[in-house]
């Protein structure tokens, strides 16, 4: 194995560095991918079923038929047969944790007195049809399916539609049909990429259109994401992985190491890897068990992309300071391997998940903790959240006035109603305390 070209480089507020500026700005996809995007969307809302078979023959080298698309019960029935006990017990301890972090977020009515007889308050009704992506390309993210699908069906979605690419002879990841089997979906459709999501936001004859599709994916299911908003409702950008790590000489070079090279491994070559610490030395020891670990881990050549263009070593004066700088960086995920973690919580800003202690590498949030783990990437975590069960939810508000509630406030609905022009919303409250 060649070794990576590893960079380490000093950082200040005062003082920047030109290539921690450029590691940065990452964008949530490449133009390439914005482009491609484009384009393929276009053709599926032109030609439909018909132009998405021909561009999961062209990206996926998978030959279907329209017949083929939704997979049927018989095969989820058996891959279930195929699936090992270890991993069954494993799905459902996960599947039992994210459920139970899910009714403890999932939002109730409300209501409160107007104070004149009348009420106010939300009410919240679950979508009723969504669609999740679930990567099966560079890695068959079954874990994917236990994040997204029992959160939707926690929030009462009666209709959950998951999409998941095939191999070339058309098969789909038994332990993904497994895992999204007993999460609950109510269709799988062996599509991914561009193909899938287009067929999801304006349906197809064999695909019905949904109302909201959430999950992560590549850079082109990133980009095609961001192109359908409006035609459907988006979790959020989540897109290639990228962690941050801010420690100081208390963490274990070896442990930061191992949660860098967690997300190095993912495959699409624009994961992020970032370490913030206090310690030259602890950058050094932590450059040095990457180039070491790498070598025993089966995707190496997919790691050694990511160490040479997509890791950065950042050494800062002083704790204050890597926190300005992973709060720029806005990362998808964020440990805080340091002395008194519990302190600094308030300070982090712009984590998509936050990992606290040296006990809790990023991987107990990927497959096990509860929480989902579809986070916003490429900056976005500085303005949206990662996935929860209200993602899956509309929220109405609901106003009853008694005829005291209007008397008591028709004098300011008169005064905007002035201000901003609009006569007839004036009209509409005043009209009925005229005498006929």
Known sequence: MRAPKITTVSWSPTSQSGIVTKFLKRPAAPLAAEETARKVLVDIKKRGDAAVLEY?????????????????????????NVIDSAFKKAAKETLKRVVAFSKKGLSKNWEMPTGHGGTIGEKFTPLQRVGAYIPGGTAPLVSTALMTVPIAKTAGVPEIVACTPADADGRVNPYILYALKISGVTEIYRIGGIQAIGAMAYGTRAIRKVQKIVGPGGPYVTAAKRQVYGDVGLDMVAGPSEIAILADTSANPAHVAADLLSQAEHGSAHEKTLLVSTSVKLA?????????QTKSLSRQETILKVLNSGTLLVVVKNIDNGIKLCNLFA????????????????KIKTAGALFIGPWTPESAGDFVAGPSHVLPTGGTAAIFSGLTVNDFQRRTSIIEFTRKDLEQTRETIEVFGRVETLDAHAH???IRFKKD
């Open 331 to 346: 990362p998808e995920h964020m440990e805080l391997i340091v002395r008194n973690p519990q302190k600094l919580i308030a």
């Open 284 to 292: 050094e020891n932590v450059k040095a068990e990457l180039i070491k």
């Open 56 to 80: 999961a023959a062209k990206f996926d080298g998978t030959k279907l038929k329209v017949a083929d698309l939704r997979i049927r019960e018989e095969e989820i029935v058996a891959a279930g």
């Open 428 to 430: 509409s409250a005043s």
